[in-house]
């Protein structure tokens, strides 16, 4: 089993900063692609932006310019730095790993999500 742990929510002014992580731990071989999503009330889960193992990156169109994503391999983590906050970024924030397990299968994990609220 993998545990994916997420940090660094919190309620911010518009135009403020705030860094989410998300640790990945327990039975790991590698981790292949890692994402943030977001999910505003009545709306449908979107994603915010990706990673891939080698470093390769996608975005939203509405975060570009704004979020850049990063991953330290050696500690299974994956950050979202969030600058330029607006009102509309308010959601929980969920991460999502996918992992390769000790039998060569890749497992699709999801953190248990964490609120950013921005205030205008």
């Known amino acids: 089993q993998v545990q994916l742990v997420e940090s660094g929510g919190g309620l911010v002014q518009a135009g403020g900063s705030l860094r989410l992580s998300c640790a990945a731990s327990g039975s790991i071989f590698s981790i292949n692609a890692m994402g943030w999503y977001r999910q505003a009330p009545g709306k449908q889960r979107e994603l915010v932006a990706a990673?891939?193992?080698?470093?390769?990156?996608n975005y939203a169109d509405s975060v570009k310019g704004r979020f850049t994503i990063s991953r330290d391999n050696a500690k299974n983590t994956v950050y979202l730095q969030m600058n330029s906050l607006k009102p509309e970024d308010t959601a929980v924030y969920y991460c999502?790993?996918?992992?390769?397990?000790?039998?060569?299968?890749?497992?699709?994990?999801w953190g248990q999500g964490t609120q950013v609220t921005v205030s205008s």
């Open positions: 990673i891939t193992s080698g470093g390769s990156t």
């Open positions: 999502n790993a996918g992992v390769l397990e000790s039998d060569y299968e890749e497992y699709d994990y």
